[in-house]
């Protein structure tokens, strides 16, 4: 049997890890063309040939670490039953050690550090740093699980703690008083009650200019957006070779999501990125047992893991983002929910789009697309509202030079730079918006990407209001934050990028709030009196009314360029319906800013899966191509 393995297939092996392979062969955990093509990848993609048995022979990590000892004369070693000495550790770091996935464990009998590893290589890569650190060592083998979990038993606490507070003060909206929220709001009310009593005409004249000169400020942008949309995209980038393409670490935090997880199980493993290359973590909350039970009746490949993050003061998902940061292993970081459906090839396109890119291109933002459009009219009306904002709006901010508000998924970083940034704001329920608000302000910049991801609509009423009123509520605090101090924000983002965050976030909140201003003028087409004209000229009323109009024309304009080049046009008699779907937006709004004011913190979570009960994964549509490229420039 061993005679199929030819010279030439482990001549670039060390003498070790050709013992691993014959050792491998000779209990019959793999047979001979596993073991060819095994070795075949490791050498080609340059990567630890252990990487590729666990992670693309999917061999279970207790027996290869057992293997592994053997193959390599060292000691197998489980750090949950002998725990590692906190002060090693504490040299090293927790953080260097996650990273690494080295821990220094233990003093031997004879004065020797004992390093703890899954993964030989990186042993011997780091060797000469570890030994400036703790001088003579030797090396011992575990299961990168059973190294993680030591490591988080010691610092799992500390760890939890400085996940809330990555983000500087100043840039966090961690110290938002709620109380003097309420306070400032109560007071804001009452000055409004009181100009409406002693002076109703003014006051009607103000917040009619106002709602006049957001609304057209919106329209404008979104027109321009959609124009420059227009202009040819950038040509598609060639392929890498595996040798080049880089480790990319995705994490997907879920929460009670026992309805999705076999189909997220089979999406992942649609993906064609090689699996040496991928690590993928699925991030748990320490309480939610729903998950984990359903997780511990799964056997997940070697390439996917889970991440237990413990209680702290705040449950969001930014929080946990940033718990689970540290245990990644690639050097660009992705983000998913956990009902998305990447495209297969989706991977390949971040690894080919970052190596093209800039060295201040900090991030990529994929399409987000919905497989169930069709479920009821809600969906439809979200699908639509999506088509225009991730394929028209987001990528003319792009390619305008403004600020991009960043979606919760299919997002990816340069690792270094996200850390260098502080990650995710623990406490923000928006953290998306907010992280792009803060790449923008270091002078970093985020590429639309011609990827797409399926994703589930929310298709009820009431947790569509819940959710869209998170969303709201993250979107005005992120806007409260960084205006605390108006001139630095200047200073850093310049005049124009300055002036778009007040049209993205105030111009958006504005326009929510205003909306029933706006909604009342349908009354003219149908021909009852308008209360308003009384109160302003006519001139300013019909002012009014026809910005109206031509923005409703402009808005439903930009929702079939959008269903265009996302190939749903079918759906353009929906979008006429809008005009009944966005009240929803407005009592969201009002939701969400009351929330600033009583649990600004608060993350309403949205539950997924509920189109999924009862459908095959095989039933879900694969993400459509993209008929028109996103060009960001």
């Known amino acids: 049997m061993l005679d199929f393995i030819t ?30 093509r095994a070795v075949a990848a490791a050498l080609r993609m340059d990567v630890p040939l252990c990487d590729v048995l666990l992670r693309s022979c999917n061999l279970p990590a207790d027996l290869l670490a057992r293997h592994l000892a053997k193959a390599y004369e060292a000691p197998l070693i489980d750090p949950l039953r002998r725990a590692p000495e906190p002060a090693l550790l504490d040299r090293w770091g927790a953080r260097n050690a996650l990273r690494s996935g080295l821990l220094p464990w233990r003093r031997s ?15 011997a890569a780091a060797r000469a740093d570890l030994e400036q650190v703790f001088g003579d060592l030797c090396m011992a083998l575990t299961t990168q699980a059973k190294l993680t979990a030591a490591i988080a038993s010691l610092h799992a606490a500390r760890m939890a703690a400085e996940a809330e507070t990555c983000v500087p003060a100043a840039q966090s909206c961690r110290d938002w008083n709620a109380s003097r929220a309420a306070t400032g709001a109560l007071g804001l ?11 109703p005409s003014s006051l009607i004249i103000a917040l009619s200019l106002w709602a006049i000169g957001v609304l057209v400020v ?21 392929p890498m070779a595996e040798a080049d393409l880089p480790v990319i670490t995705l994490l997907i935090p879920l929460y009670r999501e026992t309805a999705i997880a076999a189909h997220l199980l089979v999406r992942l493993a649609a993906l064609r990125y090689p699996r040496a290359l991928l690590d993928i973590c699925l991030v748990l909350e320490e309480d939610d047992a729903t998950t984990r039970a ?145 790449l923008a302000r270091r002078g970093y910049s985020t590429e639309l990407i011609p990827t797409v991801t399926m994703e589930e609509a929310n298709g009820r009423a009431w947790p569509w209001v819940k959710q869209r009123a998170r969303w709201l509520k993250g979107y005005a605090i992120t806007y409260g934050v960084h205006m605390r101090s108006p001139v630095p924000l200047l200073r850093d983002l310049g005049l124009w990028q300055f002036i778009g965050v007040q049209v993205l976030f105030l111009g958006t909140l504005s326009l929510f709030v205003l909306m029933p201003l706006f909604w009342s003028l349908w009354l003219i ?107 960001t420039g």
């Open 525 to 631: 087409p149908l021909g009852v009196a308008h209360p308003l004209h009384g109160w302003l000229s006519s001139g300013a009323f019909w002012a009014m009314t026809y910005a109206f109009f031509a923005a409703e024309a402009l808005a439903l304009l930009v929702n079939l360029v959008g269903l265009h080049k996302a190939g749903r046009l079918r759906l353009w008699g929906w979008a006429l319906t809008l005009p009944v779907y966005f009240p929803l937006g407005t009592l969201a709004a009002y939701r969400g800013l009351a929330e600033l004011a009583t649990r600004p913190f608060y993350w309403d979570k949205t539950a997924h899966g509920v189109v999924l009960n009862g459908l095959k994964p095989a039933a879900i549509p694969p993400p459509r191509p993209l008929r028109h490229p996103v060009s």
């Open 7 to 36: 010279d030439a297939a482990i001549a670039g092996l060390s003498v070790q890890d050709a013992r691993l392979i014959r050792s491998l062969l000779s209990k019959r955990v793999l047979d001979p063309p596993q073991a060819d």
């Open 109 to 123: 009998a004879q004065g020797r550090v004992i390093i703890l590893t899954s993964c030989p290589a990186r042993f």
């Open 218 to 238: 919106t329209t404008l942008l979104k027109a321009s957006a959609a124009v420059i949309g227009l202009l040819p995209g950038p040509r598609p980038l060639p």
């Open 189 to 199: 009310l009452a000055l409004v009650i009181c100009w409406g009593i002693i002076d």
């Open 294 to 438: 359903t997780l511990a009746r799964t056997r997940l490949p070697g390439w996917i893991r889970a991440i237990i993050v413990p209680p702290g003061q705040v449950k969001t998902k930014p929080r946990a983002l940033n718990y689970a940061l540290p245990f990644a292993q690639g050097s660009i970081i992705g983000v998913w929910d956990a009902e998305d459906a990447p495209a297969p090839d989706q991977l390949h396109v971040v690894a080919r789009h970052f190596a093209a890119a800039g060295p201040k291109v900090a991030c990529l933002q994929g399409v987000l697309d919905y497989y169930n459009a069709g479920t009821n009219w809600l969906t439809r009306c979200f699908t639509i509202e999506y088509a225009a904002w991730f394929r028209v709006v987001l990528p003319g901010l792009a390619r305008l030079g403004l600020v991009v508000p960043l979606g919760g998924t299919t997002l990816f970083f340069r690792r270094a730079l996200l850390e260098d940034l502080g990650a995710w704001d623990a406490h923000n329920v928006t953290e998306d918006a907010d992280l792009g608000l803060r």
